[in-house]
């Protein structure tokens, strides 16, 4: 049996990021878990999705009609370095959009390309471009959209598809966007009604079934098609559709399940916040998943829908507009916060889109509206997603609920047997805390181990007893702490057990995080 010898407090700096990247091969698509927070994998991991995900991962943009081209494999090594296991691939609908506001006067008019549909004329578009043929797909689309999502797959990260973009048709629109299903800009004559404006939102506001509807569904289809065998990936409905776009939601999300169903996989459905409608509209669908507008997502996301009870990933380009403008502590209770309340997180990076507006992102040599390089400012920030995801790999993310009456801090995760309980508490503001450690008797000993999301630094201190039903504990160091104690036998794995977990002690039914055993001075017995 091996000893693990620990000495009062060590300092151990986080793993390099790389390091903490789950690249694993991922060998079928994500599925329900016996706890209703988090999905599980083809293997039977429990697991939680945090990363970065920008606007330009899929298709290129570009100010003055210049595109420009984004090294997608250097955001995947992006991805990697700060530790995320899951980013999004955007759909803009628009070949042009207006008014995006990324400058504080005078914002840009952006291009996009490539789209779903070829342009073939005859005519020209209100972009300056040839007309589409909405019924001829352009390969290239497709080609780019299947390389990216394998791309990704070999690099162990999941993605979320978006199929459409309902904000840029709410706010961004103008007479010269170009947009495929306004009568002007296709030569199948399919029209939104559009006359001009900012919004133009006919292709999501329908009722019932329309000839709209027949080239959506099309679409969506030919995008099932590419990527079904990718098991990497989760379908996303529509950024932020407006708000009386239900009907059309709810469509597309059967459209899929039952287009699927006869298809090898089945992927998880994601429906987002919708603008200017409550977050039960989607809690109450029949999507696998959510995107919410509540800044910190509920304990459970459960509803009328089949599953009545959602996957929560709060993604802060929906939750937390303007998160640019506080403190890097309190983005960092953002993720921290949703984490501990059985929720995950996606951070709306700005990446290399220039967004000087507010400082909101100013990154490294922009070009027609496109950087060289990401801002440095915020990957504290990015870190942290994957600290996050190096903490849940910790736990036994089958057993563990949010538990939150247990700790004075409001943020809690845990599991509570007689034998095998674990804890881990985030403080959003440091200073002192209590915590009940009353499930097991004084008799067993909790590891303890703290963490600084502000520096990455882990502190290891002595095993302290359980059984106080108010223990007090006081962070070493200033600022918003993380705490994790767990039973020195190693955590309960009984119910969904989590393999990545490490030494499993089969006979208490006890699992060793590897982590524990990092940094620390171990030997057998002679």
């Known amino acids: 049996m091996l000893v693990v010898i620990v000495a009062l407090i060590s300092v151990a700096l986080a793993l390099p990021a790389a390091a903490q990247s789950a690249t694993a091969q991922i060998a079928g698509p994500l599925v329900a878990s016996g706890n209703p927070n988090y999905f599980k994998d083809a293997n039977g991991t429990v697991l939680i999705l945090n990363g970065s995900q920008t606007w330009n991962t899929f298709q290129d943009w570009g100010s003055n009609g210049s595109l420009q081209t984004l090294d997608f494999n250097a955001f995947i090594k992006f991805l990697i370095a700060h530790g995320h296991n899951f980013t999004l691939l955007w759909l803009t609908e628009l070949p042009k959009f207006c008014g995006f506001p990324a400058t504080a006067s005078s914002p840009p008019g952006l291009t996009v390309s490539p789209h779903p549909w070829r342009r073939t004329g005859p005519g020209t ?16 689309y497709f080609d780019r959209l299947r390389m990216r999502v394998q791309a990704l797959r070999t690099a162990g990260i999941y993605v979320g598809v978006y199929l459409f973009t309902g904000e840029w048709l709410n706010i961004f629109r103008c007479s010269s966007d170009g947009y495929p299903f306004t009568g002007a800009n296709n030569i199948n004559g399919i029209d939104d009604g559009y006359t001009g404006g900012s919004k133009g939102i006919g292709s999501l506001t329908m009722t019932a079934p329309n000839a709209i509807t027949r080239f959506q ?112 502590q309190q983005n960092r209770n953002f993720a921290w916060q949703n984490f501990m309340t059985g929720n995950q997180a996606l951070f709306m990076d700005p990446y290399v889109v220039y967004y000087p507006r507010e400082h909101r992102n100013l990154c490294v040599s922009p070009t027609n509206a496109i950087c060289s390089g990401p801002d440095t400012r915020w990957d504290n920030f990015r870190d942290n ?41 985030y403080a959003p503001s440091g200073d002192s805390f209590t915590i009940d450690l009353s499930a097991m008797s004084g008799s067993r000993r909790l590891a303890l181990e703290w963490f600084n999301p502000s520096t990455g630094a882990s502190i290891i201190g002595n095993p302290i007893p359980s059984g106080s039903s108010s223990q007090s504990f006081t962070p070493p160091f200033s600022g918003d702490a993380v705490l994790y104690l767990v039973d020195t036998a190693g955590h309960a794995t009984s119910g969904i057990s989590n393999p990545r977990l490490g030494l499993r002690r089969s006979a208490l039914s006890l699992s060793v995080p590897e982590d524990w055993l990092e940094d620390r001075t171990v030997r057998s017995p002679s």
Request: proline content about 7%; some cysteine.
């Open 125 to 140: 578009a209100t972009d300056g471009r040839l007309k589409f043929d909405l019924t001829k797909f352009d390969p290239g």
């Open 217 to 328: 569904d099309t679409y969506v289809e030919k995008v099932l098609d590419t990527l079904n065998d990718l098991p990497n990936v989760l379908w996303l409905i529509s950024e932020e559709a407006p708000a009386n776009s239900t009907w059309w939601n709810n469509h597309q999300i059967s459209h899929i399940r039952a287009y699927e169903s006869k298809k090898p996989h089945q992927h998880p459905i994601g429906y987002a916040a919708l603008i200017g409608s409550p977050d039960t509209t989607i809690y109450n669908s029949d999507a696998d998943w959510v995107a919410p507008q509540i800044r910190i997502s509920p304990a459970t996301s459960c509803g009328s829908g089949n599953p009545a009870c959602k996957v929560n990933i709060n993604d802060s380009d929906h939750s937390y507009f303007g998160m640019w403008k506080e403190t890097a």
């Open 385 to 425: 997603l994957g600290y996050i995801l190096r903490y849940s790999r910790k736990l036994n993310l089958g057993n563990v609920t949010p538990r939150n009456s247990l700790c004075s801090t409001g943020y809690c995760l845990a599991q509570t047997p007689s034998v095998g309980a674990e804890y881990l508490v």
